[in-house]
């Protein structure tokens, strides 16, 4: 048996790591969809096909983020207004949050978010394997396949925000509001007045110490945003 099934290996068309990288994006897919009934309309493979048309045969640092736009299109995600939790420099935090309280959102929650959380992929150029390792990081250049696929997901994300949005920031580093991050670049200048009614700062911080709602790149947030959407901002301790 063990033959078997080392033989139908060799045998397979793609390599292992492409092999594994579908695999783990379809029981992603699926478990998440088990786990969410109102995401019960999507389908895994074409959820699949949509992102690997993104980068295959693409030089890995030449991926737009308009690549993954069929696969933004091809998921089905309701809105939930009220909801939503951005974050920037608090992953751990933001996400055990989220974990334990059902009513707040953050993208990793979401289906596209779930699924190539933590992933790494791209494809080379004249090429049709997909690579799980070797591939370009994040700062290495600016068009590189995974950070694409952040910067399309996040921008769907807040193009769907609504009602009162909240962020969590790290009140324990020196620029809460960080202006290369994806929640300035990409985020924020989505956020729509006709939509949201409020934005609300979690400023997440070390007992005494840190910055405060009175941070200068914490009022340099609120003067991006349209002057419509109510501000507010309160620091947490963690
Ligand atoms: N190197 C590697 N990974 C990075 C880097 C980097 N220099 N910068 C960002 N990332 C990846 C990491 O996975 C990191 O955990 O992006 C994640 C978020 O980066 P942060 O700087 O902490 O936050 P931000 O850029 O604001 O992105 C978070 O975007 O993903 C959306 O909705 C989400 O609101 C959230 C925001």
Known sequence: ISLGVAHSHVLSSSSPSSESLKKTIIDRCEAFIQKNKSSSANNCQKIWSAFEQAFVGRDPCNVPMEAYDPLIHTVIQDPVCNRMLFW???KKIAHDFTEKRDCFLTLEDTLVGFVMN??????KEESNETFTTGCPGWTDCVNN???SFWNRASAAFADAACGDVTAMLNGSIATPFSPTSVFATIEVKRFKAAKIKSL???LVTKENEGTTCDDPSLQDLQKEIDPKL???CKAVPE
Not at 118 to 123: D, S, V
């Open 118 to 123: 933590e992933l790494t992929w791209c494809g």
């Open 145 to 147: 396949t995974v950070r």
């Open 200 to 202: 609300s700062v979690v």
């Open 230 to 232: 109510k501000y507010n």
């Open 88 to 90: 920037s420099k608090t």
